[in-house]
Structure formats: C-alpha cells, structure tokens
C-alpha cells in the first residue's frame, strides 16, 4: 500500500514539491551562513519525494539545534509550514486526498522545526 501512495504522490505533486525544497536548499547554500539551513531543505526534499511509510520525530536538538530552530521559524520556516498546511487542508476536503493531507500535515511540522527531526522508516 505505501508503493501505490507513493507512486500516486510522485506523480501528483512530489516530485514537484521535492523540486522545490531542492531550489530552496540551492539558494540557501549560495551564503556560508545559509549551508545549515540548506542541508536541512535537502534532507526535506528527500522525504517530500516519497514520504508514505514514514515518520517524524521532533524533539532531538541541543542548545545549538534550539537556536538554528528560532532562527528558522522567524525567517522561512512560518511559511513552508503554512503552505504546506494549506495545502493539506485543500487535500483534506475529499475523502480520497486525506492520506495527502496527512502527509503535507507532517511536512507542515518539519518546515517548523527541522533541526533536530529525525525521519523514521
């Protein structure tokens, strides 16, 4: 069942939104400042690209991880994660598109706070 989500998602957006979590870790890369905010759009981009079968866990940063977290919420985080929820909630208006919803819900959490996010298999 997670090939045929993962499959179907690919085909209806993932790969799209992957695309974009990659342009954004391009451009935020471009600064030595933006290197770790970067890689962490790359490690996003990997899960939008086939996300069912997967879990978040939030929770697992220092005092380091807590800084880079603030600093991401302030200057992009607020909107992956409100994209990423809206787009949940227009997947969510039919019955067939909750399991992308849900989805896009998880990735609302991870745009949030990624520093510190460990994806589970």
């Not at 992956?80 to 997947?91: D, E, N, Q, T």
């Amino acid at each position: 069942m997670r090939l045929i989500g993962n499959v179907i998602w690919l085909l209806w957006g993932g790969l799209i939104a992957s695309i974009a979590w990659t342009l954004a870790g391009l451009i935020l890369c471009l600064t030595f400042i933006g290197i770790p905010f970067g890689l962490q759009c790359f490690k996003i981009a990997a899960f939008v690209l086939w996300p069912f079968g997967k879990s978040i866990e939030i929770g697992h940063f220092g005092a380091g991880g807590l800084i880079f977290n603030i600093i991401w919420i302030i200057v992009f985080g607020w909107e992956f994660a409100v994209s990423h929820l809206a787009i949940g909630l227009v997947f969510c208006i039919a019955i067939i598109g909750i399991p992308f919803g849900v989805q896009h819900f998880k990735f609302a959490q991870l745009g949030l706070m990624p520093f510190g996010a460990v994806i589970k298999s």
